[in-house]
């Protein structure tokens, strides 16, 4: 970049110039962000993130929002005093629970997002896993020691679902006629029940059925991490055994990194981890040579 001054029309067209290879290989192309948990913030970043949806669907992308909510599922359960518990990482999701978690998740958090996007000039449409059997799950089951008898058990986690069947039938009619669809994780088994699932794994089973060429998970921290705390660019699947084998990926990162293999195999051309706290980082990631995270591949 020449030195001039940052709002000179100079700079401008430099930006452009920049950013114009990138949108020309987005072009209607399918971008799924996960956005929710500790990347949603106050009501500036919620700002922030419509308007950048609002320019990626302009510029010519198709992007396609997934959000999760456990922090406001967490303080309405509270409220009503339902008592939340957590095995295996995963919520307990009994009857109870499971109303209140599609009450908030396809209720109030969808329609919060479907407002910001509409407000800064988008037409965002909210939707669920249920609408038009988008996505069919089946109960989930995990599997435990047990302390006292060091013996695996099987944990009944309640309503807790795993997507089986993504029908895109619903997608394939609202992408590419200016509408961006904001999905909540909230699914219908073939039993009939209604399930809460995991919203980075319903992220990654839409981004895969619809051939999404990114899948964004914005997170609250810059992407994975060496063992002196620098941001690795570009990482391949086998790549990332060995860094979560030597001890380099650990804790809450891996399930994350395992999400992104899942997507992946589920037929994503690239999977990038990201901080969703950092202005227009979903901008930067897409439409600058630099880029703003992790970047997995096969």
């Known amino acids: 970049m020449t030195d001039v001054a940052p709002d000179s029309p100079q700079r401008q067209a430099e930006i452009l110039m920049q950013a114009l290879p990138h949108m020309l290989r987005y072009d209607d192309a399918v971008i799924v962000v996960k956005y929710g948990g500790h990347a949603m913030g106050g009501e500036e970043v919620a700002k922030s993130f419509a308007r950048d949806m609002v320019l990626l669907e302009q510029s010519g992308?198709?992007?396609?929002?997934?959000?999760?909510g456990g922090p406001q599922i967490g303080a309405m359960l509270a409220k009503l005093g339902i008592k939340s518990e957590f095995r295996a990482g995963l919520r307990v999701t009994d009857k109870a629970t499971v109303e209140i978690v599609e009450m908030v998740l396809a209720g109030l958090i969808n329609k919060q997002i479907v407002g910001?996007?509409?407000?800064?000039?988008?037409?965002?449409?909210?939707?669920?896993?249920?609408?038009?059997?988008?996505?069919?799950?089946?109960?989930?089951?995990?599997?435990?020691?047990?302390?006292?008898?060091?013996?695996?058990v099987v944990l009944d986690l309640g309503f807790v679902g795993e997507p089986s069947k993504v029908d895109?039938?619903?997608?394939?009619?609202?992408?590419?006629?200016?509408?961006?669809?904001?999905?909540a994780p909230v699914c219908q088994g073939a039993d009939g029940e209604t399930y809460n699932v995991n919203a980075d794994t319903f992220a990654g089973a839409i981004a895969g059925a619809l051939g999404a060429k990114r899948l964004l998970f914005l997170t609250d921290v810059p992407g994975v991490l060496d063992k002196n705390k620098q941001l690795i660019k570009e990482l391949n699947i086998a790549r990332i055994r060995?860094?979560?084998?030597d001890g380099t990926i650990t804790g809450g990162m891996?399930?994350?990194?395992?999400t992104c293999i899942y997507a992946i195999e589920q037929g994503v051309e690239g999977v990038v981890i990201l901080d969703g706290q950092t202005p227009h980082a979903v901008l930067v990631e897409?439409?600058?040579d630099g880029g703003a995270g992790t970047l997995i591949t096969r």
Do not use: W, Y
């Open 286 to 288: 897409l439409l600058t």
């Open 116 to 152: 910001f996007i509409n407000n800064e000039g988008g037409r965002a449409i909210g939707l669920c896993g249920k609408d038009g059997r988008m996505v069919t799950a089946t109960k989930a089951t995990r599997t435990m020691v047990d302390p006292n008898s060091h013996e695996e």
């Open 254 to 258: 891996i399930p994350k990194v395992e």
């Open 61 to 68: 992308v198709n992007p396609v929002v997934v959000h999760g």
């Open 242 to 245: 060995e860094l979560i084998a």
């Open 168 to 183: 895109t039938t619903v997608l394939d009619q609202v992408l590419g006629r200016e509408l961006i669809p904001v999905l």
